[in-house]
């Protein structure tokens, strides 16, 4: 089973504090996402990469960046947390292959005081 | 630009009774489509999928979906519901161009008894 691991479930951070969410999967695929979800809006995506040091801004990105030095680590940073950005963060990866599948993790709820 | 629509955020039934969950898309192309479910505290999981190979598609869970083009319909069925259905449900269709999905608002099931 592919398997997706997001470091928190829960994070308690101040604004201005820089956050770093953390995903890791093990299955050695190539792509990899950071959703936000939020009540009547759905998953929107903030970056994706579809490779090592590659990445693509998705439809939200602004305060966000991400860092992929490794193919099996996708980290998401919020470099100066704000109230706005309490949400709940998805993170999800993809194989090649033509299965088109996006396997997701269990999701960080990050609350910024 | 491909994209879904939910229609009803919010859809109660009683247990034993048909599950209807309504998805429609708009794309220029062929379109994958996809239907995930996130329980409480949970990542999303993949239902289905609609990859052009069949119009009636059965996922996990006894849930299925025809793809009815006629309609740029996806709509999601259960025969009966179960309390343990009780969970909220993505559409969200295969945008292309690095394994992209854009999802939907979300439905929110709830099974009374």
């Not at chain 1, 949400?87 to 088109?100: D, H, P, Q, T």
Request: a positive charge; charged letters at 20%.
């Amino acid at each position: 089973d592919v398997k997706v691991t997001q470091s928190s479930r829960y994070l308690v951070k101040r604004t201005g504090e820089k956050v770093f969410l953390e995903c890791v999967q093990d299955m050695d695929h190539e792509n990899m996402f950071w959703y936000r979800q939020d009540p009547g809006l759905g998953l929107r995506l903030i970056y994706f990469s579809y490779d090592v040091k590659m990445k693509e801004k998705g439809d939200i990105p602004e305060g966000y960046s991400v860092s992929r030095e490794k193919k099996e680590r996708f980290s998401l940073i919020l470099e100066s947390a704000s109230t706005n950005q309490t949400s709940m963060y998805l993170c999800a990866s993809i194989g090649g292959g033509g299965k088109n599948i996006q396997y997701f993790g269990a999701g960080t709820r990050l609350s910024v005081l | 630009a491909q994209s879904v629509t939910q229609l009803g955020s919010h859809v109660s039934v009683s247990e034993g009774a048909l599950v209807l969950l309504r998805c429609n898309y708009s794309s220029s192309v062929p379109p994958y489509l996809f239907w995930y479910v996130q329980y409480p505290n949970q990542g999303l999981q993949l239902l289905l999928k609609y990859t052009s190979a069949a119009t009636l598609v059965k996922g996990i869970n006894g849930f299925e979906a025809e793809f009815k083009k006629s309609e740029t319909s996806f709509h999601l069925t259960k025969p009966s519901a179960h309390m343990s259905d009780a969970a909220e449900y993505f559409c969200a269709v295969f945008t292309g161009g690095g394994n992209k999905l854009t999802f939907g608002t979300g439905t929110q099931l709830k099974v009374e008894l």
